[in-house]
C-alpha cells in the first residue's frame, strides 16, 4: 500500500517514537471505532474486525517512525485494517462471499448511507451497536469493548463483574449476533427510542470510567469525561424533549464541575468535603443545576435524573456543612426503588450515615455482607463508618481490605494515608 507521506519525525530517536505513539494513540482515539465499524459490517465477524485493527495498529507503530507519519492517520489505519481482512480471508475457502465484499471497500473512508439523521460519527455508530435483539447490558458492554475502546478488564469493573465474566458474556453477545445474523446496520430515525436506554448506559459508564479510573495511576481521565458530556449533549439536541437524557447530561456537568478540586497539588485525592469549592466550575454547575429544574418539571423523574438530583444538592451548598445529606439520603431511597443495585444502597447507606449517624450507615453497610464482593468501596465505606465511630483496630483491618481490593494506584495511595492516621505503625 502506497503511504501518502506527512508530518517528519524528530531526528532524536526517543522523540520520534513518543511523537509515533501519540500520533497512533490519537488516530485511534478519534477513529478507532469507526475503523473497526467498518470493518464489522462489511465481514460481519466483530472479533476479526477488532484483531485486523489491532494488527493495523501494530503496523503504525512499526512503519510511521521510519516512514512518517500520513497525512491522514485513520485512513491509513482502515486500508491497513481493511488489507489484514482480505488477507485472513483468503486462507479461508468459506469465506468467498466475505471476501468479496471487503475486496469491494473503497481505499479510504467513503462515507456510509445514514438513515438516522445521527450527525455525530460516534453517536450515530453507538445506535448502530446497540442492537435491541441483544440483551441491554450485552449491548452496553459491546458496544464500550468496540466503540469506546475500553479493556474488558475495565469493562468488567463498571459491570461489578470479574474479568473472566467479562469476557464470556462478550463471547455470547457476539456469537448470537453471528448465529442470529443480526445486521450491523445504522437503524432510521424512528428506531433510535429503543435503542436511547443502552446508548445512555454508554455514556454513563463511560464517563464513570473517566471520573474514577478504575486501574492505572491517574486517578481520573478527563478526555473521557469530556467526550461523554459532548455525545450526551449531541443526544440532546437530537432528542431534546427527553427527560433523561437532560437528567444525564445534569448529572455529568455537576459531577465533571468539580474536577479542578479532586485532587490536590501532589495529585493526591480529596474528599468532597475537603474540597475547595471555589474551583469547582461554576458555569458547569450553573447549566446542570438548569437541566436538573427541566427535567424534574416533566414530570417522569427516572435513574438519571435521580442521581443528578442529588448532585445537585452538593453543588448548591456553599459548605460541606450546609449539605442537605436528609434530602440525599431520600433521594438515594427513591433511586433503590427503581434502581435496586447493591452500589445504590451502599451510597445510600453513606447519606444516612451523614444524616443520621455513622451507626445509622453502618448498620446499613454491615446488611450489605455478601453483596458487593471484590468492590473495594465496601470495606472502604465500613472502613471510614468504623474511623468516625472510634473503632479503630476494626477501621484499621477494613483498610486492609479495601486496599487488597482497590484497583487504582491513586486510591490505594489515599486509603494508605487513611490508615496511618489510624494505625500509624502499620504503614
Known amino acids: 500500500m502506497a503511504l501518502r507521506r506527512g508530518r517528519k519525525l524528530n531526528s532524536n530517536p526517543a522523540e520520534a517514537a513518543e511523537a509515533v505513539e501519540a500520533a497512533v494513540t490519537a488516530a485511534f482515539r478519534e477513529e478507532g471505532g469507526r475503523v473497526v465499524a467498518t470493518l464489522i459490517r462489511l465481514t460481519g465477524d466483530w472479533d476479526l474486525a477488532e484483531e485486523c485493527v489491532q494488527e493495523a495498529l501494530a503496523r503504525a507503530l512499526e512503519r510511521w517512525p521510519r516512514d512518517g507519519v500520513p497525512r491522514r492517520p ?39 448511507a445514514d438513515p438516522s439523521g445521527v450527525q455525530d460519527d460516534r453517536l450515530r455508530l453507538m445506535f448502530t ?30 459491570f461489578l463483574v470479574s474479568e473472566q465474566t467479562m469476557s464470556q458474556r462478550l463471547v455470547r453477545t457476539k456469537r448470537k449476533i453471528r448465529e442470529a445474523g443480526i445486521p450491523y446496520r445504522v437503524p432510521p430515525s424512528h428506531l433510535l427510542p429503543e ?76 474528599t468532597l468535603e475537603d474540597q475547595d469549592r471555589s474551583r469547582w466550575d461554576a458555569a458547569a454547575i450553573d447549566e446542570g443545576l438548569a437541566l436538573v429544574d427541566t427535567a424534574l418539571h416533566r414530570g417522569s423523574p427516572g435513574p438519571y435524573q435521580l442521581q443528578a438530583a442529588i448532585a445537585a444538592c452538593h453543588a448548591a451548598a456553599p459548605a460541606a456543612s450546609d449539605t442537605d445529606w436528609p434530602q440525599i439520603a431520600a433521594l438515594y431511597g427513591e433511586l433503590a426503588k427503581r434502581v435496586p443495585s447493591p452500589v445504590v444502597q451502599l451510597n445510600r447507606a453513606v447519606a444516612v450515615a451523614m444524616a443520621d449517624g455513622p451507626a445509622a450507615g453502618l448498620a446499613l453497610v454491615d446488611a450489605m455482607a455478601g453483596d458487593l464482593d471484590g468492590y473495594h468501596l465496601l470495606p472502604a465505606t465500613r472502613a471510614d463508618l468504623l474511623r468516625r465511630l472510634g473503632r479503630r483496630e476494626e477501621a484499621a483491618d477494613a483498610y486492609r481490605a479495601a486496599l487488597a481490593l482497590a484497583g487504582n494506584e491513586a486510591d490505594r495511595r489515599f486509603l494508605r494515608r487513611r490508615l496511618s492516621e489510624i494505625s500509624p505503625e502499620t504503614q
Open 195 to 270: 435503542r436511547t436506554a443502552a446508548v445512555l448506559g454508554v455514556l454513563y459508564l463511560l464517563f464513570n470510567e473517566g471520573y474514577a479510573a478504575t486501574a492505572g495511576d491517574a486517578p481520573a481521565r478527563h478526555d473521557l469525561c469530556s467526550e461523554a458530556i459532548r455525545l450526551t449533549r449531541t443526544l440532546l439536541t437530537l432528542m431534546p424533549d427527553e427527560p433523561e437524557i437532560e437528567g444525564l447530561l445534569a448529572l455529568l456537568l455537576l459531577q465533571h464541575s468539580r474536577r479542578s478540586a479532586r485532587l490536590d497539588d501532589d495529585g493526591e485525592l480529596v
Open 129 to 158: 451497536c446497540c442492537h435491541p435483539a441483544l440483551p441491554l447490558d450485552g449491548r452496553v458492554a459491546l458496544t464500550l469493548r468496540t466503540l469506546a475502546g475500553l479493556t474488558t478488564a475495565e469493562i468488567a469493573r463498571a
Open 74 to 112: 485513520a485512513a491509513w489505519l482502515t486500508t491497513t485494517a481493511r488489507n489484514h481482512a482480505l488477507t485472513r480471508l483468503k486462507r479461508s475457502t468459506t469465506e468467498a462471499a466475505k471476501l468479496r465484499e471487503v475486496a469491494a471497500l473503497a481505499p479510504t473512508d467513503e462515507p456510509e
